[in-house]
């Protein structure tokens, strides 16, 4: 579980808060997307996680236990944390940038090894890529890869910051379902910041719709946000007014079907149950 008690970054003394007064809880084994435009502290809250950030007030915990508290590097190894340009380092191979992190947390090269090529594999990594370097690799591979390489941490926290945001649409919507897909599988606790808000409704489980200064607008399941924005703010950022938002059935040949505000046919309603 991660918790955020009140905090607020302010980066000098000069400037405004980057972050003010912030609070929130995620729940263990569960998806939170922070979701908002460019400068409203995403990054900011995420970093205070693993204390790549230290809050001028206020205190995150983890498991109940103040960060403040821990080694940074310990905490660091130990928090999955995956980031948009992949982060990779150029000179190692697809494998050895994953298996760095069993390595450090003192397993043998072999060990290391063989715990990297299955998450490699977990992550939907062709096998063969495994021993080629980042350059050799698409953009899509690579963030698979640093996917893996936050997944390899030993505790179960992950931070993903805008991990898709640098891939086209296509392979983003095949990450974006891996990682449902791996979720169900291992329950991670996952802190994940984003400013797509079709990314956020895809992936959380809660959303917390921040303005400036990591200001909560809004946070709630995303159908709750949707079914009823609590603010201007929120509607518009949500997109609540939007045509294409709004559904509605059409009959075509005695098929119910569900379209959009466009007339693009969404999926076909039954009575059967799921
Ligand atoms: N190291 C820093 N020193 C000074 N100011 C900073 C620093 N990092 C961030 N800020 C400022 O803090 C505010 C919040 O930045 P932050 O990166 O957390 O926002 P963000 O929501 O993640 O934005 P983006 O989506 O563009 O990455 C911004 O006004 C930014 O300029």
């Known amino acids: 579980m991660i918790e955020f008690e009140g905090v607020t970054k302010r980066y000098s003394s000069a400037s405004g808060a980057a972050v003010d007064d912030f609070s929130l809880v995620v729940p263990r084994g569960t998806t939170t997307v922070l979701v908002g435009s460019s400068g409203c502290g995403k990054t900011t809250l ?12 206020g ?14 590097v310990a905490l660091r190894r130990s928090v999955g944390y995956v980031m948009q340009n992949s982060g990779l380092l150029p000179h190692r191979t697809a494998a050895q940038n994953v298996a760095v992190v ?61 991990p ?11 990450l974006q379902h891996e990682l449902l897909r791996i979720q169900r599988e291992l329950s991670r606790t996952i802190l994940f910041i984003t400013h797509d808000v079709e990314e956020a409704f895809l992936l959380g489980e809660e959303v917390v719709i ?34 294409d938002r709004r559904l509605r059935v059409d009959e075509r040949d005695g098929v119910r079907l569900v379209v959009d505000g466009r007339d693009r046919p969404l999926g076909v309603l039954t009575d059967e149950a799921p």
């Open 164 to 174: 898709f945001g640098a891939v086209d649409p296509v392979v983003r919507g095949e």
């Open 59 to 72: 205190r995150v915990l983890l498991d109940g236990e103040d960060v403040a508290g821990r080694d940074p």
């Open 210 to 243: 921040l303005s400036r200064g990591g200001h909560v607008e809004q946070r709630g399941t995303p159908a709750d946000v949707l079914a009823a924005p609590a603010n201007e703010f929120v509607a518009a950022f949500v997109g609540a007014h939007r045509r």
């Open 102 to 162: 069993p390595r450090l947390a003192g397993r043998d090269r072999a060990a290391a090894r063989s715990r990297s090529l299955e998450l490699l594999e977990l992550v939907g990594l062709d096998p063969e890529l495994a021993d080629r370097y980042p350059a050799q690799l698409s953009g899509g591979q690579q963030q698979r890869v640093g996917v893996a390489r936050g997944l390899a941490a030993e505790g179960d926290v992950l931070l993903m910051d805008e």
């Open 46 to 57: 995420l970093r205070m996680v693993n204390r790549m950030v230290d809050p001028t007030r």
